[in-house]
């Protein structure tokens, strides 16, 4: 018998006493996940806290003015397109009339810390560019061909942005950004190795 990784020998003359045994054993099993399901509860938490105390001295994206733009990526990853975790993705692009950026741009970042968008390791980072007649904000995942994921990204950006049924959004590769010319330097801010996701996310 196989449970949890550990092999269990059985007696020879064992004539189905086992049972109790093994509601035991699996009561036991059951207690350990939950002790370590509410370990990763209790970490994500006081990852949000962590993170929300650090952001709530900075300046919020619709007090800016000019061309700036926020990005926020998971520890090790670059916010650039030519990144080796970036370069076969893409990102979903919403524009937004001014005065909605700093609230949507909070309930981004709580839906990633909250591992919201359920894809895995597929969110690579987010990016809010502000300008003078709109503001944009962007999600960036690895896997731009797989339709699936890049549909359920664009699924939970709805629902966490609560943005309306007519609101347009655009996915773009990667590839196609690179392919672009002219492209423009604006202010950047770095908020790189600041959002540790856990590993372990199914």
């Known amino acids: 018998m196989v449970r949890s990784g550990k092999f269990f020998k059985l007696k020879d003359d064992d004539s ?49 003015t000019g061309h700036s733009d926020f ?23 919403i524009r937004l009339r001014k005065g909605l950026a700093s609230r949507c741009w909070e309930n981004l970042i709580l839906a990633m810390l909250g591992e919201q968008f359920m ?7 987010a990016v809010v560019s502000v300008r003078f007649q709109e503001d944009i904000i962007s999600i960036w995942n690895k896997t731009a061909s797989d339709q699936a994921t890049t549909a359920r990204i664009r699924d939970t950006l709805r629902r ?27 202010q950047r801010l770095l908020f790189q190795n600041l959002w540790k996701p856990r590993l372990n996310v199914p």
């Open 71 to 93: 990005h926020l990526f998971k520890e090790g990853i670059k916010p650039m397109w030519e990144d080796d975790a970036n370069k076969n993705g893409g990102k979903w692009i």
């Open 16 to 64: 189905g006493d086992h049972d109790q045994n093994e509601e035991n054993s699996t009561q036991k099993d059951g207690e350990k996940e939950k002790t370590e399901r509410d370990k990763g509860q209790g970490s994500s938490k006081r990852k949000v806290e962590q993170f929300w105390r650090f952001y709530s001295h900075m300046v919020r994206p619709g007090d800016l």
């Open 160 to 186: 966490v942005l609560n943005l309306p049924p007519n609101t347009i959004m655009e996915y773009k590769t990667h590839t196609d950004s690179i392919k672009m010319p002219g492209r423009l330097g604006p």
């Open 119 to 125: 894809v895995g390791e597929e969110i690579c980072g």
